[in-house]
């Protein structure tokens, strides 16, 4: 089994997208010959001060591009980002700690800084007995930051990013041209994309990711047009869903409004046109699709070589006014579709959908086979599990000690990690079962309609499609890691006192439940689909939740009939009253973000199977807690010298 570090970071969406998109063609290419983490060693080193920089650089590239322009160029022009890398001191003490432990065949880096790390590390003369490759995500317009580190291999877009390294004096051979990294699901183009002709109706994908401001000007210009078909995809930004939807009111049959969504690829195929800006993952995609774009807004650097490959290739439309927008749409759907076929056209010679296909053969076929490491290697599982057709494990015949989190949040509420991520976080720590419970409001309550303003809680209209990423998470989970993954939901019954406040957990659901029904309803109905009911922590918070969550642990007499269990410790608190009533009790992390796996969580001694584990709860036989603190980043953070002195 090869095992594959791919090493990211949070500025800018492009390299993370690049890192995902890898690690999946990696698992469809080679699922039984590859294990593959993804690690961003910022959020695990750095945490908060990490989400400061992050919001900072935003601003800067959003609100003050000029300012962005003048750093991005002196990162290009100068060492200071080398002469400063002293100041990652912890961030290399973690790198050359994960490198012992895992002993990597590959190390892929989509971000640059590592490389810098890395020979940092290996500056003793120490061998470095893996394959050090870097996947560039820009274009053309390359800062050397990404070359003037050491790799073995620079893996670009596009030829026209080749020569330019060319020209920089990288030599040839360790040039690889295979596309940007795009989802697997562009290769349906031939099923589901558009044809070659305009038809009478195009459509038009509108993607919200600045210029805010003048977004509903653009929407009500769009529905000016009689033929054209808009989908608008808002994101998380509660606030603008609900000013679009009042503007696309009443003309459903043109428009289509989503927030957050994970279906941009195939909204890419099935659309004419792309107006959006010339962010580094959003143009590839567009270009991955054949998908003729608008380009609204380049910031400064990096967007640069992202529209000037357009440009070169004949396919480059800009516009920033909605006026002018709008001008640019009919210029290319005029005549038929006489432009906007040349615009398709020109796209097809840089469209390289199968580039994540490619780029995991190569990397499979560089990742150094004399390194093979044992199959039980701390906190990196290896096999691969059979999988039954229901997705689930198959029936033990001997209990065993299980790991459990039953209280887990991911992005389609106010998590950090994905649906996908939180699975391969958990599942890569040997974890045997974790719930995903994203936040659902009551919204017939004041807070409750507050609360969904904030898109920070489930949507509505992202409920269904929240069960399906869980159903098709489930199979993989146990398929690669042996572990089982629950479907669930927290409902906030949030008051204006902390005792009229409640937070519950339905665990292992297998279909949404109306959030506005009574506390006893919902229990009745998780009883009714089989799942767990459990109180959720009643501890102070300090966000839109409110100070407490009090109701349920102020009403234990009504309620501890009802309830399957109590949650009495929740992240690094411990309620011990509950304990000494001897009612059943569980542990959970309430994970939201990476800093949070080192909490409590519930130790089971049961059969591996989803009932014998419901079971075991309910009957609160066998259930024990532990203050997790083997999580790999979190031990080595603390004391990196020390946890290898006992490795």
Same mark, same amino acid.
């Given at each position: 089994m090869k095992r594959i570090l791919i090493f990211t970071a949070g500025f800018g969406?492009? &390299?993370?997208?690049?890192? !995902?998109? *890898?690690?999946? =063609?990696?698992?469809?290419?080679?699922?039984?010959? =590859? &294990? $593959?983490?993804?690690?961003?060693?910022?959020?695990?080193? #750095?945490? !908060? /001060?990490?989400?400061v920089i992050r919001q900072a650089y935003l601003t800067a590239i959003n609100r003050t591009p000029l300012l962005w322009k003048g750093i991005y160029s002196l990162f290009d022009r100068t060492t200071i980002l080398e002469d400063g890398i002293s100041a990652l001191a912890r961030m290399r003490r973690s790198l050359d700690w994960l490198l012992r432990e895992v002993q990597p065949d590959a190390v892929l880096c989509t971000y640059p800084i #590592?490389? #810098?790390?890395?020979?940092?590390?290996?500056?003793?003369? !120490?061998?470095?007995?893996?394959? &050090?490759?870097? $996947?560039?995500?820009?274009?053309?317009? $390359?800062?050397? /930051?990404? &070359?003037?580190?050491?790799?073995?291999? /620079? %893996?670009?877009?596009?030829?026209?990013? =080749?020569?330019? %390294?060319?020209? =920089?004096?990288?030599?040839?051979?360790? *040039?690889?041209? /295979?596309?940007?990294?795009?989802? %697997?699901?562009?290769?349906?183009?031939? @099923? *589901?994309?558009?044809?070659?002709?305009?038809?009478? @109706?195009?459509?038009?994908l509108y993607i919200i990711n600045s210029g805010k401001k003048k977004a509903t000007k653009i929407i009500r210009l769009l529905l000016q047009h009689p033929r054209w078909r808009a989908t608008v995809v808002v994101g998380r930004d509660r606030a603008l869903l609900e000013e679009v939807l009042r503007v696309a009111k009443g003309s459903e049959e043109k428009i289509q409004v989503l927030g957050w969504t994970d279906k941009i690829p195939e909204l890419l195929l099935t659309h004419h046109a792309l107006i959006s800006k010339a962010g580094g993952a959003t143009v590839q995609e567009a270009v991955a699709a054949r998908c003729p774009m608008v380009v609204t807004q380049i910031v400064p650097g990096q967007e640069e070589g992202n529209f000037d490959l357009l440009r070169r290739r004949g396919a480059a439309l800009y516009a920033e006014k909605p006026w002018q927008i709008i001008q640019v749409l009919e210029e290319l759907f005029a005549e038929e579709g006489k432009l906007w076929k040349r615009v398709r056209s020109a796209l097809t010679g840089i469209s390289r959908p199968d580039a994540s296909m490619q780029i995991a053969r190569f990397v499979l076929d560089r990742a150094a086979i004399e390194n093979a490491a044992p199959d039980s290697l701390p906190g990196f599982p290896r096999k691969v599990r059979d999988l039954l057709s229901n997705g689930v494990p198959p029936p033990r015949e001997s209990a065993q000690v299980l790991l459990c989190d039953f209280h887990v949040h991911s992005t389609y509420s106010d998590g950090r990690l994905s649906v996908g991520e939180i699975v391969d976080f958990y599942g890569q720590r040997g974890f045997d079962c974790i719930c995903i419970t994203d936040h659902i409001v009551d919204r017939t309550r004041f807070i409750g309609r507050v609360c969904q303003l904030t898109g920070l809680v489930l949507s509505p209209d992202l409920v269904g499609e929240y069960f399906e990423a869980l159903h098709r998470e489930k199979e993989r989970a146990w398929r690669k890691y042996r572990m089982i993954l629950f479907a669930g939901l927290e409902f906030n019954k949030d008051g204006y006192r902390a005792k009229s406040s409640a937070h519950l957990l339905g665990v292992d659901l297998q279909r949404p439940i109306d959030p506005s029904l009574s506390l006893p309803e919902i229990i009745g109905e998780i009883r009714a689909q089989d799942g767990l009911s459990v109180a959720s922590h009643p501890h102070k918070f300090q966000s839109v939740w409110g100070p407490n969550t009090l109701y349920l642990w102020e009403n234990q007499e009504q309620f501890a009939p009802l309830l399957d269990a109590w949650e009495i410790a929740n992240r690094d608190d411990l309620f011990a009253p509950i304990g000494l009533k001897r009612l059943p009790f569980i542990a959970n992390s309430d994970f939201h973000k990476p800093k949070h796996i080192d909490s409590w969580k519930t130790v089971l001694f049961c059969e591996k199977d989803s009932q014998a584990i419901k079971e075991c709860v309910r009957v609160n036989r066998n259930v024990a807690l532990t203050l997790y603190r083997r999580h790999r980043f979190g031990s080595l953070l603390r004391c990196p010298e020390e946890e290898l002195l006992h490795a």
């Open positions: 969406e492009g &390299h993370n997208t690049a890192a !995902r998109n *890898i690690q999946e =063609a990696l698992e469809w290419v080679a699922p039984d010959e =590859a &294990h $593959v983490e993804i690690v961003d060693l910022f959020e695990s080193c #750095y945490g !908060r /001060f990490n989400g #590592y490389n #810098y790390l890395i020979e940092e590390i290996f500056r003793d003369g !120490r061998r470095k007995n893996f394959s &050090h490759l870097t $996947v560039i995500t820009d274009s053309i317009t $390359v800062n050397s /930051f990404w &070359h003037r580190g050491p790799s073995d291999a /620079f %893996l670009v877009p596009n030829e026209e990013t =080749a020569v330019a %390294l060319r020209a =920089a004096g990288i030599q040839e051979k360790r *040039i690889q041209v /295979f596309g940007f990294p795009v989802q %697997l699901d562009f290769l349906e183009a031939k @099923e *589901i994309g558009v044809g070659e002709e305009l038809g009478a @109706e195009p459509r038009i």
